[in-house]
């Protein structure tokens, strides 16, 4: 049997199985999660004009403490006030344009008005400028606002608004099949007669992705351990970007997922990686369609998809960088060396560290469930005490 591949071979090797899908137009609702397919540039500036950033009077700071003469009003959206001779002052309201010949915004709280008689009634404006937003002080037509490949936030989607946008040029969303493997599943809520076993991995997978990006997910239910079932299985999901099988593709008489795919024209590019739990993990492709095996044990799939199936979504999607990045943080307890394989633990925090849960077992999904990261461990580490520090993914 070949030799394990090391995880970040098996990563990469993924990854160069695909190609950023080809660009559309979406509206800023639907942007987020996505990934921008080229520079996003401000087509105005912001603001447009000198603003006030409080409610007041805009005044000249040399001519504190006043007293001034209210000429005019200057509201949110009304057009250019009139210009302030010397010892004229108008009232105005945040955001509203600051007239010609203004350079300070006295607060209201600070100022007394009788009829059109202003003066100071406090400490004033402390400066120059002080309460008044440049024209151009966010940003000018032109900037870059968000550069291609990053990720479409709810801050970005703001700014792109303001700077002028209604859609955004990003990714499509990838279309991507779920087909469950194994004679003991049925469907989630159904009922389980005798050892039948409700199948988790579709519904986490979805969530997962969900979690992640808009995509468009298929499940294509559970078939049973048949080469011929999961070979017809396998081609009628042709046409999708990605399909994730789970289960199936270890090393027993009816793990049939990769004769499968072979039956159904798939060039494997990789099978088995030097990871725990995942190490049956397999990829190739199959006409346009990217493949990946990924194990049935549930928290093997979770491990997996974390590192293998997300970062291939982001990967099509745009993302200038696809894998996540671990953090430090010190152990809370002491961790047994690793062996040729690399270990992600599941792990819960306690105040600001962190210890392995008490069941590493690649079935145990409360134990997954309650745990907040996982511990990264490479191969052949050496044994690891309370206070080392570790490398972890939060997971929750
Ligand atoms: N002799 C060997 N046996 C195994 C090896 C090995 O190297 N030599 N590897 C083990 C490792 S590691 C893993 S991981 C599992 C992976 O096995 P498969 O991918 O073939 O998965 P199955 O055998 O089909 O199922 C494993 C386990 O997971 C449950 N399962 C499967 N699908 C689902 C689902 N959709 N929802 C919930 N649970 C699911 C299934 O009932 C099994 O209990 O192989 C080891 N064996
Ligand atoms: O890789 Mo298996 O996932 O060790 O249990």
């Not at 210009?83 to 709280?109: K, W």
């Not at 027993?252 to 795919?261: H, K, Q, T, Y």
Request: charged share 20%; net charge neutral; glycine share 10%.
């Amino acid at each position: 049997m070949a030799d394990l591949i090391p995880l970040s071979e098996a990563q990469a090797r993924l990854l160069a199985l695909g190609v950023p899908l080809p660009e559309e137009n979406a509206a800023l609702a639907d942007a987020l999660g996505r990934w921008a397919a080229r520079d996003i540039k401000a087509i105005r500036t912001q603001p447009a004009a000198d603003l006030s950033a409080m409610d007041g009077y805009a005044i000249r700071f040399a001519e504190m403490p006043g007293p001034w003469r209210v000429v005019g009003e200057s509201a949110a959206g009304s057009g250019s006030a009139p210009a302030l001779a010397p010892h004229e002052a108008v009232r105005i309201f945040t955001g509203a344009p600051v007239p010609a010949g203004a350079d300070a915004i006295l607060v209201q709280e600070e100022a007394a008005r009788e009829g059109d008689r202003l003066v100071l009634a406090g400490g004033g404006p402390p400066r120059v400028g002080a309460h008044i937003r440049r024209a151009g002080g966010d940003f000018t037509t032109g900037d870059t606002l968000i550069p291609a490949a990053a990720r479409i936030t709810p801050a970005r989607i703001a700014l792109a608004a303001t700077g002028g946008h209604g859609a955004l040029p990003v990714r499509r969303r990838p279309r991507i099949a779920l087909l469950s493997t194994g004679d003991e599943l049925v469907p989630a809520g159904a009922a389980t007669p005798g050892v039948c076993l409700p199948s988790s991995n579709a519904p986490m997978l979805a969530a997962m992705i969900a979690g992640e990006t808009p995509a468009i997910v298929e499940d294509r239910g559970i078939v049973p351990d048949d080469l011929a079932a999961t070979t017809a299985a396998i081609a009628a999901t042709a046409g999708v970007d990605i399909l994730v099988t789970t289960g199936g593709a270890s090393v027993g008489d009816r793990d049939f997922v990769r004769p499968a795919l072979e039956a159904a024209g798939a060039a494997i590019d990789f099978w088995r990686v030097a990871l725990k739990p995942g190490k049956p993990i397999m990829a190739g492709r199959i006409g346009d369609t990217i493949v990946l095996g990924l194990p049935g044990n549930p928290v093997s799939a979770f491990v997996t998809a974390r590192l293998f199936l997300l970062p291939l979504i982001r990967h099509l999607g745009g993302a200038g960088t696809p894998f996540d990045r671990a953090r430090p943080m010190r152990l809370a307890a002491p961790l047994p060396a690793t062996g040729k394989r690399a270990e992600y633990l599941r792990g819960q925090r306690v105040g600001a560290r962190i210890r392995p849960v008490g069941s590493q077992d690649s079935a145990a999904l409360a134990a997954l469930a309650t745990s907040e990261a996982l511990i990264v461990r490479p191969p052949h580490a050496p044994p690891a005490q309370p206070g080392d520090v570790v490398m972890i993914l939060p997971i929750a």
